[in-house]
């Protein structure tokens, strides 16, 4: 071994051993990588690309922590392709078309191909994302892009349709205790040097979220204050650490929610749909959840404004008039003390009759869009012009007992029931009871 090469080898083991854990533990093969067994498991397109090296474009999508970034260092282990990486947080135009003249290069001279790994690639721009489309076409790269964002929304649509999309999920709470056992038992990382007893395992899982790097993290922080306090008491031998070292490590559960992400949407669908389905206790759940991920009150107020009348209507027209308390709150109150309003004005409408009878509007607007030109009934047109004595007779309604008579009002072609369909709960069926018993009066 040259001089050189043993200098690089020593630099190596020293940033391998500072290296958090989470790096640390990156694995070498597809065997090593932990969950995901639909994406990367026997018989999947991924792993047999892999293993045949026959690799094309491919998209990883999903949330943070559930191995996109290992996926892409076991190809760098495995495949007999250069394996270059560009930061979509720094890089520039420049970076990509250098790195695309250098595989183009490799590719002319040696036949090597280049496989270009890009780490949160929807934080490019599109000029950006533009610039690698003819270099993925015509296969001077093997593009692998990671993104936590949904890439439909996030990556050109030219690039999408030249990559495979596989999409990765959140780690099972056995999946994330494999994790841990792996880097308790390995004597390179933490075998030997401590012990995690149950409750503190079970803690690290449920903060973990499904989010293995957010696992491992938790557990060498926790492994520092466990031996911090092992090294005051003068104890030896391996650290024990306990629940308590973990809460110490790790404060704060902290959920993964990101208003500019799938999460964001997912979650603020369950709170509408829970409220819509009358559960007031998973209502306060993903109002809690909202909240806690700092969610802008204003915008919780709104989806609880228009479910008032989407989902509630006139079975309780209150329901619009707490809804829109709750939304005056959030704009003059904000947090923390909106949060109570917001929680009464939810659980309010959870526990509200419901009536969608309000979205007749929408077949309404399809009748004035698609159907024919209806003309107003005569004896409905305003009578402040020439000529209008030959309308026809209006009944005033009000000159009957009542104040209802049986009066032609929607336009030729259309019958009464076409668009409005009341519910048999709340005020809105007694009204409608009570219009029925008006005109049978009659």
Same mark, same amino acid.
């Given at each position: 071994m040259d001089t050189n090469s043993l200098f690089q080898e020593i630099e190596d083991t020293r940033r391998k051993e500072n290296a958090p854990l =989470?790096?640390?533990?990156?694995?070498?093969?597809?065997?090593?990588?932990?969950?995901?067994?639909? #994406?990367i498991g026997e018989g999947s397109w991924l792993a047999g690309a892999i293993e045949a090296d026959t690799l094309s474009s491919v998209i990883l999508f999903g949330p943070a922590g559930t191995g996109k970034t290992s996926i892409a260092h076991v190809i760098a282990e495995t495949t007999r392709s250069t394996f270059v990486e560009v930061s979509a947080i720094g890089g520039t135009v420049s970076d990509l078309r250098r790195e695309i003249a250098a595989a183009e290069s490799r590719l002319t001279m040696n036949g090597m191909k280049t496989i270009l790994f890009v780490d949160e690639i929807h934080r490019f721009n599109r000029s950006q994302q533009d610039s690698l489309l003819h270099a993925v076409e015509d296969r001077t790269i093997i593009l692998i892009g990671a993104t936590t964002e949904n890439p439909y929304f996030e990556v050109n649509t030219a690039l999408l349709s030249r990559s495979r999309v596989v999409e990765l999920h959140s780690l099972a709470?056995?999946?994330?205790? =494999?994790?841990?056992?792996?880097?308790?038992?390995?004597?390179?990382?933490?075998g030997g040097k401590a012990v995690l007893d149950r409750p503190a395992k079970e803690a690290i899982v449920m903060m973990a979220g499904g989010d293995g790097r957010a696992a491992l993290t938790t557990l060498e922080l926790a492994f520092g204050v466990a031996r911090a306090k092992a090294s005051q008491s003068k104890s030896k031998g391996a650290s024990l650490i306990t629940e308590e070292h973990v809460r110490i490590a790790n404060p704060h559960r902290g959920l993964p929610y990101d208003k500019n992400k799938d999460m964001h949407y997912d979650i603020i669908s369950a709170f509408i749909k829970s409220m819509r389905g009358s559960d007031p206790d998973a209502a306060l759940y993903w109002l809690a959840r909202m909240i806690e991920g700092g969610e802008d009150p204003k915008f919780i107020a709104r989806r609880i404004f228009i479910l008032a009348a989407e989902d509630i209507g006139n079975a309780d027209p209150q329901a619009l008039l707490i809804a829109e308390a =709750?939304?005056?709150?959030?704009?003059v109150i904000g947090y923390p003390e909106c949060q109570l309003i917001l929680a009464q004005a939810a659980t309010y409408m959870a526990l509200a009759p419901k009536s969608n009878a309000a979205c007749g509007i929408f077949d309404a607007l399809n009748e004035v869009k698609n159907?024919?030109?209806?003309?107003?009934?005569?004896?409905?047109?305003?009578?402040?012009?020439?000529?209008?004595?030959?309308?026809?007779?209006?009944?005033?309604?009000?000159?009957?007992?009542?104040?209802?008579?049986?009066?032609?009002?929607?336009?030729?072609?259309?019958?009464?029931?076409?668009?409005?369909?009341?519910?048999?709960?709340?005020?809105?069926?007694?009204?409608?009871? #009570? =219009?029925?018993?008006?005109?049978?009066?009659e």
């Amino acid at each position: 071994m040259d001089t050189n090469s043993l200098f690089q080898e020593i630099e190596d083991t020293r940033r391998k051993e500072n290296a958090p854990l =989470a790096v640390r533990m990156r694995p070498r093969t597809l065997d090593e990588v932990v969950g995901q067994k639909e #994406a990367i498991g026997e018989g999947s397109w991924l792993a047999g690309a892999i293993e045949a090296d026959t690799l094309s474009s491919v998209i990883l999508f999903g949330p943070a922590g559930t191995g996109k970034t290992s996926i892409a260092h076991v190809i760098a282990e495995t495949t007999r392709s250069t394996f270059v990486e560009v930061s979509a947080i720094g890089g520039t135009v420049s970076d990509l078309r250098r790195e695309i003249a250098a595989a183009e290069s490799r590719l002319t001279m040696n036949g090597m191909k280049t496989i270009l790994f890009v780490d949160e690639i929807h934080r490019f721009n599109r000029s950006q994302q533009d610039s690698l489309l003819h270099a993925v076409e015509d296969r001077t790269i093997i593009l692998i892009g990671a993104t936590t964002e949904n890439p439909y929304f996030e990556v050109n649509t030219a690039l999408l349709s030249r990559s495979r999309v596989v999409e990765l999920h959140s780690l099972a709470d056995e999946d994330i205790e =494999a994790l841990l056992d792996r880097a308790l038992s390995d004597p390179d990382l933490l075998g030997g040097k401590a012990v995690l007893d149950r409750p503190a395992k079970e803690a690290i899982v449920m903060m973990a979220g499904g989010d293995g790097r957010a696992a491992l993290t938790t557990l060498e922080l926790a492994f520092g204050v466990a031996r911090a306090k092992a090294s005051q008491s003068k104890s030896k031998g391996a650290s024990l650490i306990t629940e308590e070292h973990v809460r110490i490590a790790n404060p704060h559960r902290g959920l993964p929610y990101d208003k500019n992400k799938d999460m964001h949407y997912d979650i603020i669908s369950a709170f509408i749909k829970s409220m819509r389905g009358s559960d007031p206790d998973a209502a306060l759940y993903w109002l809690a959840r909202m909240i806690e991920g700092g969610e802008d009150p204003k915008f919780i107020a709104r989806r609880i404004f228009i479910l008032a009348a989407e989902d509630i209507g006139n079975a309780d027209p209150q329901a619009l008039l707490i809804a829109e308390a =709750a939304f005056r709150s959030a704009e003059v109150i904000g947090y923390p003390e909106c949060q109570l309003i917001l929680a009464q004005a939810a659980t309010y409408m959870a526990l509200a009759p419901k009536s969608n009878a309000a979205c007749g509007i929408f077949d309404a607007l399809n009748e004035v869009k698609n159907g024919p030109l209806r003309n107003v009934p005569d004896h409905l047109r305003d009578r402040h012009r020439p000529g209008s004595d030959d309308y026809g007779t209006y009944k005033y309604p009000h000159s009957y007992p009542g104040a209802w008579v049986d009066q032609q009002y929607l336009p030729d072609g259309l019958e009464r029931g076409c668009f409005y369909h009341p519910s048999e709960r709340g005020w809105e069926a007694y009204r409608s009871e #009570a =219009a029925l018993r008006d005109r049978t009066d009659e």
